[in-house]
């Protein structure tokens, strides 16, 4: 079992940047497919960005070339950097873990481990 917390989220003004982190619990991290999911009101949570256990990484068509996902296994921490924000943007962002596969994580299965969010708000 894995336990997750979000950080860094906040308001930010259009074409700003912001980078939230996700730290786990957990000594086996590094074989932890991981990704953010995105929740804005009224619509259904989306994938962002996802990173396998081996660095393979994966991005929504919305934010490529804006957004960009890491991790750091000696720290149990995955990273969402996000540069030239837009209002469209503004969500609720989710971390997800999976070990099963990287298709579990990116189905939003039910054996995803999922973080308590952390909100981002993109607003002049």
């Known amino acids: 079992q894995v336990q997750l917390v979000e950080s860094g989220g906040g308001l930010v003004q259009p074409g700003g940047s912001l980078r939230l982190s996700c730290a786990a619990s957990g000594r086996t991290f590094s074989s932890y497919h991981m990704g953010w999911f995105r929740q804005a009101p009224g619509k259904e949570r989306e994938l962002v960005a996802a990173?396998?256990?081996?660095?393979?990484?994966n991005y929504a068509d919305s934010v490529k070339g804006r957004f960009t996902i890491s991790r750091d296994n000696a720290k149990n921490t995955v990273y969402l950097q996000m540069n030239s924000l837009e209002p469209e943007d503004t969500a609720v962002y989710y971390c997800?873990?999976?070990?099963?596969?990287?298709?579990?994580?990116?189905?939003?299965?039910?054996?995803?481990?999922w973080g308590q969010g952390t909100q981002v708000t993109v607003s002049s």
């Open positions: 997800a873990a999976n070990r099963l596969g990287p298709s579990y994580l990116i189905g939003q299965h039910e054996t995803n481990y």
């Open positions: 990173i396998t256990s081996r660095g393979i990484t």
